[in-house]
């Protein structure tokens, strides 16, 4: 029987390198601007409204439109932020509040820098699909760093996608969540610990 599950997983060590903490849960969490995404792609639509972290509406389009113009034109929609940059990707943060499905943003994120309250975030890495048998996977990751000496709770964890469109219309760029998760317990990450999240999409035929 066909199925597309996620995963999550999320692991902790303490300045020597050591696991203090693995959690594993089955990711129960996509969110509406997902589902908008996918209608816009197989319905090939030009102008999907998706809510974004601001709680304000974004323009998602799956194609650029180009008439006679022989301007660059740029599509993309990915989660691979770059070092330091705290607005889409795997994030995480200290919110509890249980998960709608038009959910837009996290509850109360955890932001980038190396100050208390705060974890360094390294860029997101991806890892090539995989298929054993029935089974097909693949993972998105990102690793935390508490820099200024005190710990930091996580309880919740999202994933922010990143679009852009640039064709006749202008240069649309928006930020908008996909998922997010609430941890069925507070994970803690020491001081100048490290937290590795994990997310990996299986699909059984």
């Given at each position: 029987?066909?199925?597309?599950?996620?995963?999550?997983?999320?692991t902790?060590?303490?300045?020597?390198?050591r696991?203090?903490?693995?959690?594993?849960i089955e990711?129960?969490?996509?969110?509406?601007?997902?589902?908008?995404?996918?209608?816009?792609?197989?319905?090939r639509q030009h102008d999907?409204?998706v809510?974004?972290p601001?709680?304000?509406?974004?323009r998602?389009?799956?194609?650029?439109q180009?008439?006679?113009?022989?301007?660059t034109?740029?599509w993309?929609?990915h989660?691979?932020a770059?070092k330091?940059?705290?607005?889409?990707g795997?994030?995480?943060?200290?919110?509890?509040?249980a998960?709608?499905?038009?959910?837009?943003?996290?509850?109360?994120?955890?932001?980038?820098?190396t100050?208390a309250?705060?974890?360094y975030y390294?860029?997101?890495?991806?890892?090539?699909?995989?298929?054993?048998?029935?089974v097909?996977?693949?993972?998105v990751k990102r690793?935390?760093?508490?820099?200024?000496?005190?710990s930091?709770?996580?309880?919740?964890?999202?994933?922010i996608?990143?679009?852009?469109?640039t064709?006749?219309n202008?240069?649309?760029?928006?930020?908008?969540?996909?998922?997010?998760?609430?941890?069925?317990?507070?994970?803690?990450?020491?001081?100048?610990g490290?937290l590795?999240?994990?997310?990996?999409?299986?699909c059984?035929?």
């Amino acid at each position: 029987m066909m199925g597309v599950k996620a995963y999550l997983k999320l692991t902790v060590r303490d300045r020597e390198g050591r696991v203090v903490k693995h959690l594993e849960i089955e990711s129960r969490s996509f969110l509406l601007n997902l589902i908008r995404v996918f209608k816009a792609l197989f319905a090939r639509q030009h102008d999907m409204s998706v809510t974004l972290p601001d709680g304000g509406s974004g323009r998602f389009d799956a194609y650029c439109q180009v008439g006679a113009s022989t301007k660059t034109t740029n599509w993309w929609c990915h989660l691979m932020a770059p070092k330091e940059d705290d607005s889409y990707g795997i994030v995480v943060g200290l919110g509890t509040r249980a998960v709608a499905i038009d959910d837009y943003n996290l509850e109360s994120k955890i932001p980038h820098g190396t100050t208390a309250g705060k974890l360094y975030y390294y860029d997101v890495k991806s890892e090539a699909v995989s298929v054993e048998d029935s089974v097909m996977k693949f993972k998105v990751k990102r690793f935390f760093d508490e820099h200024a000496g005190s710990s930091v709770n996580v309880n919740e964890v999202g994933l922010i996608a990143f679009h852009r469109c640039t064709d006749d219309n202008g240069d649309t760029q928006i930020k908008f969540l996909i998922a997010r998760d609430v941890l069925p317990s507070t994970v803690t990450v020491p001081a100048y610990g490290n937290l590795m999240v994990e997310y990996e999409i299986k699909c059984t035929v």
